[in-house]
């Protein structure tokens, strides 16, 4: 298993760990606590998280307004 490091990794992993699925704005709330100053970098929070969670987890659906609905790699899918 590598070794996560960085806000957004060990966002992902905990949030996917403690709720099993989660969504894009339940990850980024766990990754970045408060909210950006502006549009820009509020958008850039959520690339950020995107771009990290498609090395970690998969997508197994999708929500509105949430975005994609992830799982890590590695865990076992629900009968």
């Known amino acids: 298993m590598r070794r996560i490091s960085g806000r957004c990794q060990r966002g992902i992993r905990y949030a ?3 709720l099993g699925e989660a969504t894009t704005m339940e990850i980024l709330d766990n990754c970045y606590p408060w909210p950006g100053e502006d549009r820009r970098q ?3 929070r ?8 498609r090395k970690m987890a998969i997508v197994v ?3 509105w307004p949430g975005g994609n609905l992830w799982r890590l790699k590695d865990a076992e899918p629900e009968a």
């Open 16 to 18: 996917l760990w403690a």
């Open 42 to 44: 509020r958008k850039n």
């Open 46 to 53: 959520a690339r950020a998280v995107c771009l990290a969670a």
């Open 61 to 63: 659906g999708r929500t």
